[in-house]
C-alpha cells in the first residue's frame, strides 16, 4: 500500500533533502522503499549504515553511480552524519535525490546544532488510520484497526498472540536500545514502569506529582522521563486550550500513546485512536504546509470537558467529543457552543448515525466518517 506521506514526499525530493522520522517499525524503510523501482533493500541506492560494506564505502566518499535517488537509513548512528551527508548532497544535489529515514534518534540528533539547515524537509510518519487500511472507510475495519492499532505488522497480521508477541519486544527494544543510546538514565527500569504506567492513564489529566509519587522520583526527574518518551515516540501529551471567557484549566496535560492498542479499557483505546488519527491530521498540515497547528483540549474549572480541540495559526478550527454511542448530543458540547467561537464540533462515534444539529454548529457522525472528513480537509499536492 502507498503511505500518506508518499505524494508529499515525492513532491519535495525535486526541491530538497527529505527526512522521514517516526516511531520504531512505523514503516520508515517500506515507504523510502517505494520510491524505488523493485522496491527492496536489495537495490543499490538503498543505503543502510548498518551494512558493513555500505558503510566503509560512504566513509570513503564512495556513492552509487547512475542513480536518481539514493536513500540513507540509519545513517545518524555514525557520529558525524551531519557533515557526511550535507557533503554528499552539496556535491550531487544537481541530478540526485536524497532521502534519509531513522528511528527516533533521526529527530532527536537532528535538533541540536543543525548544519544541515535549510537542506531538508522533514516529515513524521504516522502509524496506519483508517483511509490507510480501507480506501472505502469502511466501518466494517474500524474494531480491527481498534484492537490492533495502526502498526504495520500487527495491523496486518490481525493476530492476538502476534501482537503480544511484536508489543513485548517492541517496547524492550525501545527502552534499552533507544532509550540507552540516547539519554544517560541509570535508573532505566523505572523509565520502562513509567512506560507501562501511561497506558492506564490515557484520557485523563497527567499528573505529573501523581506520578512522581508512584515512581518514588523527584517531580523534576518524573517530568524529564515523560518528556524522553515523548522524543521515542511512545507517547504525546496535549495542552488545554484556553479562551479568556472561560475559567479554563490551564496547566495540567492530558497524555495519549503512539500505539493505542497497549491501552486496555476500550473507551480510553477508542479515545487514543481518535486523538491519533488527529494528530496525524495536525502534523500533516504542519510538516506539508508549514501551518502552525496544535492539537489541544478544553477544559474548565468546574469539569466541563471537549475531548479535543484543533487550532490552526492560534485560532479555533473544530472541535471533537468522543462518545461509544450515537444516542444524543453531548452536553458538553451545548454548553461550549453557546460560549465559545470554535466554528465546528464534531460528536464521533462508533454507532451508525449521521446528522447535523445546526444550532449548536455541530455534527453527529460516525468514526469513519470523521476520517473522510479529515482526509478531504487534509492538504493537497
Partial sequence: MDRYLYPHIKNDLSEKMVFIGGPRQVGKTTLSLQFLESGTEKHPAYLNWDSPVIRKDLLAGQLPTKQKLLIFDEIHKYKDWKSLIKGFYDLNKSDTQFLVTGSARLDYFRKGGDSLQGRYHYYRLHPLTLDEISPEYSASQVPNLLRFGGFPEPQIKSSETHWKRWERERAKRVIFEDLVSLENVRNVSQVELLASLLPNRVGSLLSINNLSTDLQVAFETAEKWV??????????????????????LKKEKKVYMWDWS?????????????????????????????????????????????????????????????????????????????????????????????YEVKEHRTRVLPFNKLCVWLLENSPAI
Avoid at 504525546?236 to 479568556?244: A, H, K, L, M
Avoid at 495536525?282 to 502552525?292: F, V, Y
Avoid at 474549572?301 to 467529543?321: H, L, S, Y
Fill in 262 to 354: 497497549v491501552c486496555s479499557d476500550e473507551s480510553a483505546r477508542y479515545e487514543n485512536m481518535v486523538a491519533s488519527h488527529l494528530f496525524k491530521f495536525c502534523n500533516l498540515w504542519e510538516d506539508a504546509r508549514g501551518e502552525e497547528m496544535d492539537l489541544q483540549f478544553l477544559r474548565n474549572a468546574q469539569g466541563k470537558e471537549i475531548d479535543f480541540v484543533i487550532v490552526k495559526n492560534q485560532k479555533p478550527w473544530f472541535a471533537v467529543e468522543c462518545k461509544t454511542d450515537d444516542r444524543s448530543l453531548s452536553k458538553q458540547i451545548s454548553y461550549y457552543a453557546e460560549r465559545t467561537n470554535i466554528p465546528h464540533f464534531f460528536q464521533v462515534h462508533l454507532g451508525s448515525k449521521d
Fill in 227 to 248: 518528556s524522553m518518551l515523548e522524543n521515542l515516540y511512545v507517547c504525546f501529551r496535549i495542552s488545554p486550550w484556553t479562551n479568556s471567557k472561560l475559567r479554563s
